[in-house]
């Protein structure tokens, strides 16, 4: 319990049980005049009630303890009116079934935490203690869709979380492709075109939905693997005497030298395919192993849909969260997550969300992976000492208002990208990180002060790809009461409750017997409040950060896929699978 005296206006009891919070909460009320007791559970809580002469409370709702909020709440109604102690509760999220609870028991406000900052809290405070009868006009309850335990029957159900649709495919195609190839890897090595081989094995790849092509040289055969969905299938078994012209393709197709075989290279080419009509990059990376040359040529065929943020599976919450972000002036935007998890997708789409021919947007990128048409993109060469540092500097140079870095990789570019959203920029960039909230200490790690990460700082969206179900082959599946306590050991036992019905694919032509079908996102979103910053003033490691988000309303990317799987989008094993990897 902590006490602090400033005026005569009141008391103010804050019953919070996260001590930073509270902490933080008391301060700025004991700022404007109130004396403040701040206690951490309702046990405490009531003994003050009936001790101290109070002039309000101010409660955390999803309290811990033996007495939660809404007990507490009916208590102190017992005893005290709405005039005589006024009572404002806090919640971490927009709930709105619990929020008329609490009004209906007596709560002259509510506020949520995760919408509202210590200002707004405590303006509200004073405004409610000068109206006459104790109470301010309510504003209207938000109605947010209820996740369904159920299978979405209707399109405009699974739309509310899915991302946006694929260009859709003659499925014929792909298989009538594979069977060229395999009919080409029949004939004698001298008959095999290369030239053909190699364009019908990009056209395929395109239509199979795949991102990557692995070429990889084993002693006696060259196996062709594709990534589709975010996992690698050994497709084409290549006689090991055509290896050598495959890669020697591909390096003239890339303009690479073709005399070199002991030194990694890299190269990029643009190839075109007749059904449907589409021309796309194709990125290549080839390196000397030991039974001969690796190659992977990277797919940048941007075959989704996706334009706007609303195309992205978030939630209506997290989306509020990104539009309030994007629409401040200046600050930076934090993508993180793992490789291959989505991060330049999600930057690109709010890329396009920002560039109007009002401003000027640059990005710096390695590589540049697709075209945005009145975006100028530039390419990290190290070789000529562009590097994103050096080229960050330049770009400040050049009068943007939104700046693109691909990554943040060292102290370097990320003391000018701080410098850069502190000077009235909009930055967008990416880190490597494990989640949102490791975020935030990686910066102080790389020599940013405290102050400067939580004064430019407006966001970090952390994310994972996962596979969603093939809607042609989906099946409910109900799990067994092992499999229910199985599950309850990753996730919180709240959260999975009594839910058993949950859904798998199992396996179609159309997704090639995977049970999966294209990939959507997983996301937690860490909104940058007092309630973080002042953490983030005292090096606050990212468990305490984390601890302090999801208080504040931040749902974990886990309990993200976790609703995802029980609207019947993806499968509970999908989503351990990647979040746990």
Same mark, same amino acid.
């Given at each position: 319990?902590?006490?602090?005296q400033?005026?005569?206006?009141?008391k103010?009891?804050?019953?919070?049980?996260?001590?930073?919070?509270?902490e933080?909460l008391?301060?700025?009320?004991?700022?404007?005049?109130?004396?403040?007791?701040?206690?951490?559970d309702?046990?405490?809580?009531?003994e *003050?009630?009936?001790?101290?002469?109070?002039? !309000?409370?101010?409660?955390?709702?999803?309290?811990?303890?033996?007495i939660?909020?809404?007990?507490l709440?009916?208590?102190?109604?017992?005893?005290h009116?709405?005039?005589? !102690?006024?009572v404002?509760?806090?919640?971490?999220?927009? /709930? %709105?079934?619990?929020?008329?609870?609490?009004?209906?028991?007596?709560?002259?406000?509510?506020?949520? *935490?995760?919408?509202?900052?210590t200002?707004?809290?405590?303006?509200?405070?004073?405004?409610i203690?000068?109206?006459?009868?104790?109470?301010? %006009?309510?504003?209207?309850?938000?109605?947010?869709?209820?996740?369904k335990?159920?299978?979405?029957?209707?399109?405009?159900?699974?739309?509310a979380?899915?991302?946006?649709? *694929?260009?859709?495919?003659?499925?014929?195609?792909p298989?009538?492709?594979?069977?060229?190839?395999?009919?080409?890897?029949t004939?004698?090595?001298?008959?095999?075109?290369?030239?053909? !081989?190699?364009?019908t094995?990009?056209?395929?790849?395109?239509?199979?939905?795949a991102?990557?092509?692995?070429?990889?040289?084993?002693?006696?055969?060259?196996?062709?693997?594709?990534?589709?969905? #975010?996992i690698?299938?050994d497709?084409?078994?290549f006689?090991?005497?055509?290896?050598? #012209?495959?890669?020697?393709?591909?390096?003239? !197709?890339?303009?690479m030298?073709?005399d070199?075989?002991?030194?990694?290279?890299?190269? $990029?080419?643009?190839i075109a395919i007749?059904?449907?009509?589409?021309?796309?990059?194709?990125?290549?990376?080839i390196?000397?192993?030991?039974?001969?040359?690796?190659?992977v040529?990277?797919?940048?065929?941007e075959?989704?849909k996706?334009a706007?943020?609303?195309?992205?599976?978030?939630?209506n919450?997290?989306?509020?969260?990104?539009?309030r972000a994007?629409?401040?002036?200046?600050?930076?935007?934090?993508?993180t997550?793992?490789?291959?998890?989505? *991060?330049?997708?999600?930057?690109?789409?709010?890329?396009?969300?920002?560039?109007?021919?009002? &401003?000027?947007?640059?990005?710096?990128?390695?590589?540049?992976?697709?075209?945005?048409e009145?975006?100028? /993109?530039? /390419?990290?060469?190290t070789?000529?000492?562009?590097?994103?540092?050096?080229?960050?500097?330049?770009?400040?140079?050049?009068?943007?208002?939104?700046?693109?870095?691909?990554?943040?990789?060292d /102290?370097?570019?990320?003391?000018?990208? &701080?410098?850069?959203?502190?000077?009235?920029h909009?930055?967008?960039?990416?880190?490597?990180?494990?989640?949102?909230?490791?975020?935030?200490?990686?910066?102080?790690?790389? #020599?940013?002060?405290?102050?400067?990460?939580?004064?430019?700082?407006?966001?970090?969206?952390?994310?994972?790809?996962?596979?969603?179900?093939?809607?042609?082959c989906?099946?409910?599946?109900?799990?067994?009461?092992?499999?229910?306590?199985?599950?309850?050991?990753?996730?919180r036992?709240?959260?999975?409750?009594?839910?058993?019905?949950?859904?798998?694919?199992?396996?179609?032509?159309?997704?090639g017997?995977?049970?999966?079908?294209d $990939?959507?996102?997983l996301?937690?979103?860490?909104?940058?409040?007092?309630?973080?910053?002042?953490?983030?003033?005292? $090096?606050?490691?990212?468990?305490?950060?984390?601890?302090?988000?999801?208080?504040n309303?931040?749902?974990?990317?886990?309990?993200?896929?976790?609703?995802?799987?029980?609207?019947?989008?993806?499968?509970?094993?999908?989503?351990?699978?990647?979040?746990?990897?």
């Open positions: 319990m902590a006490l602090k400033r005026t005569n206006l009141g103010i009891l804050v019953v919070e049980d996260n001590i930073f919070m509270a933080l008391a301060e700025k009320i004991s700022n404007v005049g109130y004396e403040v007791i701040t206690v951490y309702g046990k405490e809580a009531l *003050k009630i009936s001790k101290e002469k109070l002039t !309000l409370i101010l409660l955390d709702m999803p309290l811990h303890g033996d939660d909020g809404f007990q709440l009916n208590q102190v109604r017992k005893s009116d709405k005039v005589s !102690l006024p404002v509760v806090l919640f971490n999220l927009d /709930q %709105p079934e619990a929020i008329s609870e609490s009004l209906k028991k007596g709560a002259n406000y509510y506020l949520v *935490k995760a919408l509202a900052n200002e707004e809290i405590v303006s509200k405070i004073e405004e203690l000068k109206s006459k009868n104790r109470e301010i %006009p309510i504003e209207k309850i938000p109605e947010l869709p209820k996740v335990t159920e299978a979405p029957k209707k399109p405009e159900d699974k739309k979380m899915a991302p946006a649709e *694929k260009i859709t495919v003659n499925l014929e195609a298989k009538r492709l594979k069977e060229k190839i395999d009919k080409m890897l004939l004698p090595e001298e008959e095999i075109s290369i030239i053909a !081989l190699v364009d094995m990009m056209e395929y790849a395109f239509l199979a939905r991102s990557d092509i692995h070429l990889e040289p084993t002693e006696n055969k060259l196996i062709a693997r594709l990534r589709i969905d #975010g690698l299938h497709l084409f078994n006689p090991k005497g055509i290896q050598s #012209g495959v890669i020697t393709r591909i390096k003239v !197709l890339g303009g030298r073709t070199e075989h002991q030194a990694a290279q890299d190269g $990029r080419f643009r007749a059904n449907p009509l589409r021309q796309f990059d194709v990125r290549v990376s390196i000397p192993t030991y039974f001969g040359e690796n190659s040529l990277r797919l940048l065929a075959q989704t996706i706007t943020i609303d195309d992205l599976a978030f939630t919450v997290d989306r509020s969260k990104i539009k994007v629409e401040r002036p200046h600050g930076m935007i934090l993508a997550g793992p490789t291959g998890s989505g *991060k330049t997708t999600t930057l690109y789409t709010i890329l396009k969300e920002v560039n109007t021919r009002e &401003v000027s947007v640059i990005t710096i990128e390695d590589p540049v992976e697709y075209s945005l009145g975006i100028d /993109q530039i /390419q990290v060469n070789r000529t000492g562009l590097t994103f540092a050096a080229g960050l500097r330049s770009i400040l140079r050049q009068d943007p208002n939104v700046i693109m870095v691909g990554e943040i990789r /102290q370097e570019t990320a003391s000018i990208a &701080v410098n850069a959203a502190l000077t009235g909009k930055l967008l960039s990416t880190l490597h990180t494990t989640d949102s909230a490791t975020t935030l200490p990686r910066l102080l790690d790389m #020599g940013i002060e405290p102050f400067l990460v939580a004064s430019t700082v407006n966001i970090a969206i952390g994310q994972r790809l996962v596979r969603m179900i093939c809607p042609h989906k099946i409910k599946k109900r799990l067994t009461d092992a499999e229910l306590e199985n599950l309850k050991e990753h996730l036992p709240e959260l999975v409750d009594n839910h058993r019905d949950f859904y798998y694919g199992k396996g179609c032509q159309e997704c017997d995977s049970g999966y079908y $990939r959507m996102g996301y937690e979103v860490l909104e940058i409040n007092d309630f973080i910053r002042e953490a983030i003033m005292r $090096r606050a490691d990212a468990s305490e950060i984390k601890k302090i988000a999801v208080k309303g931040m749902v974990p990317i886990l309990e993200d896929g976790f609703k995802k799987a029980v609207a019947g989008l993806t499968t509970i094993e999908e989503i351990l699978r990647v979040v746990n990897e």
